[in-house]
């Protein structure tokens, strides 16, 4: 007997802007109209029109980028104050609710799971989730110097602001953005190498091998008709530095890391059963969340346990399964969370899932294939599922979430199988609380003396300058953070040679603390 109050996922929509990649940046919809176009198209696909608008009570968009704590260089920050409340105007909904998430990879898979509570609470009938990704229009329009005049549309201020929820704690400390850590593209190529010791491979073999794992998404890439780049990559070309494949954050060549340079909107709706019955929604429409779980790991990253695990993602996907009652070789379909590889690779282990699994790791492509739209890439994945799973009866998918650096983690089991019973999550501060209790290394930021490499990156940008950044520790095995020599010849070498668990001496020099090689 399925429960009239059981949350489901009725529809979905999703849609790809080239505008910029044509050369059209003029005619870029705005964010307000990118959301509008998604939540049209996903309302469409429900076949209840502006009915299912008027059962609307709650519209939820999930940060932008643009909007994300942190250095977000050239972005304009906030141009719109309230983008939920300026969808509803747009919609001429009447929500009774207006939400704006929190930032994080995870946050789309997180609001799936926080709606379905409050739908199997009574809390909520018929919810809107949402998000939009602006990116390359935003950054195509500095470069050309373009006025895009978001700023002065009736979108820009609704003379109200939106109920913000999730965690708003920015995802490093003062100490790790000294050094740099707030950019993703520098924090994942310390998991990388960490996982790489663990392997005992060199660093040319893993580079060889990293290649060989992320070619495979390139190809479901390929074949998605809203990817952002659908061009099937060789394993060598993946692997392979050169001008357009420069080095990122080593061992990351261009084609291993996330595109966030991207404009993508996605859309979902959420009702309880009753609701779905009363709006004449068709059950072959229905998409149940049969499991579900939320964690974190220690917060910062350098007072992680290690740099090659995730305490949270296992407990999470333990959870998540409990829930469903179902093991992961029930599961038919996957999308792991994949920005870099590192964040794969620690999803797979945690999880259970063998890194070359003939199920496959992705149903969209991948971050760095399919695009990485900032915040809302989850809410792709789960469209691409939800449909995936309509097209295969009785399937079940899993899609996970990552936020910040391998910090906040979400999971969602779906299937159109009908879930009966009272539908009920366990509390995810159950088990956060153990979690967050793990024993980690004492942290210092004033290292003096001998010293070893625990991790490490050397970081280029796009003008070619470097720097190496080490994780290590000291001589009482203490955690901290430092750089190396600006020098080219010692990153020369740390990109050739074995750094884990080099020895030196470490202190401070200036503003910062620089490792010297033995």
Aim: hydrophobic content about 35%; proline content about 6%.
């Amino acid at each position: 007997m399925i429960n009239p109050k059981t949350p489901i996922l009725v529809s979905g929509a999703q849609f790809t802007q080239r505008t910029v990649k044509e050369g059209r940046i003029t005619e870029s919809l705005s964010p307000i109209d990118m959301l509008e176009k998604a939540a049209l198209a996903a309302i469409a696909q429900s076949g209840t029109g502006k009915k299912l608008i008027s059962a609307l009570d709650t519209i939820a968009v999930v940060r932008s980028t643009a909007d994300t704590p942190g250095d977000q260089g050239r972005l304009t920050k906030r141009v719109f104050r309230n983008p939920p409340g300026a969808l509803a105007r747009r919609l001429h909904a009447e929500p009774r609710r207006a939400l704006y998430t929190a930032a994080g990879g995870n946050t789309p898979q997180w609001l799936v799971n926080r709606t379905a509570e409050e739908i199997a609470r009574g809390e909520c009938k018929a919810v809107l989730l949402c998000g939009a990704e602006y990116v390359a229009t935003m950054i195509g329009a500095v470069k050309q110097g373009v006025d895009l005049g978001w700023q002065n549309s009736p979108d820009a201020d609704t003379g109200n602001d939106p109920i913000e929820i999730g965690d708003l704690r920015d995802g490093v400390n003062a100490y790790e953005r000294r050094y740099g850590l707030q950019f993703p593209v520098n924090a994942y190529p310390l998991f990388e190498n960490a996982l790489r010791g663990v392997r005992g491979r060199d660093p040319e073999t893993h580079l060889k091998w990293l290649g060989e794992f992320f070619s495979p998404f390139s190809r479901i890439a390929a074949a998605n008709e809203y990817s952002w780049f659908p061009t099937y990559r060789s394993p060598e070309e993946i692997s392979t530095p050169s001008a357009r494949n420069r080095f990122v954050g080593f061992p990351y060549t261009k084609y291993l890391n996330a595109v966030i340079e991207v404009d993508m909107a996605a859309a979902l709706v959420m009702t309880s059963v009753e609701a779905a019955r009363e709006l004449g929604i068709p059950e072959s429409n229905w998409v149940y969340l049969h499991g579900c779980a939320d964690a974190h790991d220690i917060w910062n990253v350098t007072e992680r346990v290690n740099y090659h695990s995730s305490p949270a993602i296992h407990t999470m996907g333990q959870k998540a399964l409990a829930m469903a009652n179902r093991s992961i070789a029930d599961i038919s379909c996957i999308d792991l969370y994949s920005c870099f590889p590192s964040a794969v690779q620690i999803g797979c282990q945690e999880l259970g899932i063998a890194l070359d699994d003939p199920r496959g790791l992705t149903v969209t492509g991948g971050l760095p294939y399919f695009g990485g739209p900032g915040n809302n890439y989850v809410m792709h994945s789960i469209v691409t599922m939800t449909d995936g799973l309509r097209a295969s009866p009785g399937k079940f998918g899993l899609c996970t979430g990552n936020g910040w650096y391998v910090t906040k983690h979400s999971a969602g089991i779906y299937s159109t199988t009908p879930r009966e019973g009272i539908w009920e999550r366990e509390d995810p501060k159950t088990y956060q609380k153990e979690l967050d209790a793990m024993a980690h290394p004492k942290v210092t930021e004033t290292p003096q003396g001998p010293a070893t490499i625990e991790t490490y990156t050397v970081v280029t940008d796009r003008k070619g300058r470097r720097f190496g950044l080490v994780v290590g520790r000291d001589q009482n095995d203490a955690r901290f953070l430092a750089n190396t020599l600006d020098d080219d010849v010692v990153l020369d070498w740390m990109m050739k040679e074995e750094m884990l668990g080099r020895k030196g001496m470490v202190g401070a020099e200036g503003a910062r603390n620089i490792f010297r090689f033995d």
